[in-house]
């Protein structure tokens, strides 16, 4: 067998094993948990409310921050208020707790809502009001925003026969997030909740393990309408109305999830909407213009068993110029200067050919006082200012002291003479 065809092996091997180490998996985020649960369990009448307490399914280690989104409603009568108001009342380790609340003689069957906590060390929360005579809200954070997303959570309207509100939210800058609402129709004022990440490697370490992906989808209701939200990963998204426009007295509709069980969350990537009305009486596209609706998908980056996350791919944690970390498995590069580290960045465990490595650091020129073998070197023990190929093998000594047969002396050994302290002994 010649070099070539050696060479052709060795690089379908290398293909080979390239293909095998790439495989990514998205999974839904640790660090966040979902639940969608109708808010109410009874019909609240006019200036009422409900509490209750949702438990996750594990709990946090640290107290999760937590935002609201809204999946339908079911007012009970005409000719009342359609408004309600949603709020977070407190949130643990293993609960959150939830109020509903009737405003003035508004009357709710259903309100179903879903509840995101998450437990990124990098996250803030806002809840605030946008209303007709003020539309626009501005939030700003310190550090770089890297991911956010906004709901609305409840909105107070009148008696109407139509309920209109564009809600919207757009980033201005690194540190700015505008909340914009439009086009209120029998609505006063909106409230929202905003969550933004600004999470970044040196604030959590392990950001790069975690991505977002905001899609938002446009639907003109007619009759049942299928929505696509193409996740990644499709069980894993938090899911939410952001915008409508209902009329003709329509009080009440859901989304319904594909396969229609409303106690399951997004289980294929699609979901449906459909009106009571449209059920209930075939009368399809008449009462809902539109209905907008978002997911934020939470996920986590993991590669197979004892491969490590690097660079959005998947590595053995033996390649140059990274340094690796188990549990969660992940790689980070070295400082430029090290050709391998471990541990940290700057633990530099080999250098570029030409550079001296000493005490886990890489230099252009051997550094004072120490001693190299193939070009990793050694501090000189302390009795001498210089040395070569070993500690104690002394070539200049400190200053006053003589050198004598290599080794280095504070009185004059008697059986030498000196041409100079501190110089050779001939
Ligand atoms: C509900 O509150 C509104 C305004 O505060 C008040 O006008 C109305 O009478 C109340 N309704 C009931 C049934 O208490
Ligand atoms: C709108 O919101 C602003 C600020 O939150 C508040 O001062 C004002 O009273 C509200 N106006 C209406 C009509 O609700
Ligand atoms: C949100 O606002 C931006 C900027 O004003 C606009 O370009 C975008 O179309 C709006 N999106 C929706 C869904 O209204
Ligand atoms: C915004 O943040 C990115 C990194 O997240 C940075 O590269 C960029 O320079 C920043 N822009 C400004 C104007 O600060
Ligand atoms: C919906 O899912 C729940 C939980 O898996 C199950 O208990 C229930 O029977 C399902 N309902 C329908 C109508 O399939
Ligand atoms: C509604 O449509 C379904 C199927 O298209 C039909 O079976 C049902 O009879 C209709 N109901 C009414 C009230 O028209
Ligand atoms: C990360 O991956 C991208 C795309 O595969 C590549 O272009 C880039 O050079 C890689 N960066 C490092 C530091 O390996
Ligand atoms: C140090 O070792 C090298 C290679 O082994 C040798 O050539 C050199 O003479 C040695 N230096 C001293 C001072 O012994
Ligand atoms: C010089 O040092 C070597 C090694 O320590 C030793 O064997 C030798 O006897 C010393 N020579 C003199 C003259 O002291």
């Known amino acids: 067998m010649n070099i070539k065809s050696l060479n052709l092996i060795f690089y379908l091997l290398v293909i080979q094993f390239q293909r095998i180490i790439s495989q990514i998996q998205y999974i839904q985020s640790d660090r966040a948990q979902i639940l969608y649960v109708n808010a109410i369990t009874k019909t609240i009448d006019q200036n009422n409310t409900e509490t209750n307490t949702y438990y996750y399914a594990k709990p946090f280690s640290n107290i999760p921050k937590v935002i609201l989104s809204v999946q339908s409603f079911n007012f009970g009568s005409m000719g009342t208020n359609q408004q309600f108001k949603l709020s977070l009342v407190s949130t643990d380790l293993n609960s959150v707790t939830i109020q509903v609340q009737s405003v003035e003689d508004s009357v709710i069957l259903d309100l179903l809502i879903g509840i995101l906590a998450v437990d990124y060390p990098c996250v803030n929360v806002f809840r605030n009001i946008v209303n007709v005579s003020k539309p626009t809200s501005v939030h700003t954070i310190e550090q770089n925003i890297q991911n956010y997303i906004a709901f609305f959570t409840s909105f107070q309207g009148e008696i109407t026969s139509q309920i209109q509100f564009d809600f919207n939210y757009t980033q201005i800058d690194n540190h700015t997030i505008n909340i914009q609402a439009a086009n209120f129709q029998g609505v006063n004022s909106i409230d929202y909740n905003l969550i933004v990440f600004y999470c970044d490697v040196n604030i959590f370490k392990e950001s790069s393990l975690y991505e977002f992906q905001t899609k938002s989808f446009q639907n003109v209701i007619k009759g049942r309408t299928k929505v696509n939200t193409q996740l990644q990963t499709p069980s894993t998204g938090f899911y939410g109305l952001i915008s409508m426009n209902l009329y003709n007295f329509v009080r009440t509709f859901s989304i319904f999830f594909q396969p229609t069980n409303k106690t399951l969350p997004i289980s294929n990537g699609q979901y449906d909407f459909s009106t009571e009305i449209v059920k209930q009486n075939n009368r399809t596209g008449q009462s809902v213009t539109y209905l907008n609706s978002q997911v934020f998908d939470l996920l986590k980056l ?21 340094y690796c970390q188990s549990n969660p498995n992940i790689c980070y590069d070295c400082d430029a200067n090290c050709k391998t580290c471990q541990n ?60 004598f047969n290599n080794s280095c002396y504070i009185q004059k050994p008697q059986q030498a003479y000196c041409k100079l302290r501190k110089d050779k002994v001939i």
Do not use: M, W
Not at 306 to 317: E, M, T, V
Not at 344 to 367: G, H, I, P, R, T
Not at 368 to 394: A, I, M
């Open 344 to 403: 940290q960045a700057n633990q530099c465990l080999s250098c570029q050919e030409s550079q001296y490595l000493f005490e886990s650091k890489c230099y252009d020129v051997q550094q004072d006082g120490t001693y190299c073998l193939n070009n990793v070197c050694y501090r000189c023990s302390q009795q001498c200012k210089e040395c070569q190929n070993n500690s104690n093998f002394c070539t200049q000594c400190h200053d006053f002291e003589y050198l």
């Open 302 to 322: 993991v590669c197979p068993v004892n491969q490590y996350f690097y660079n959005k791919s998947c590595i053995l944690p033996t390649q140059e110029g990274v």
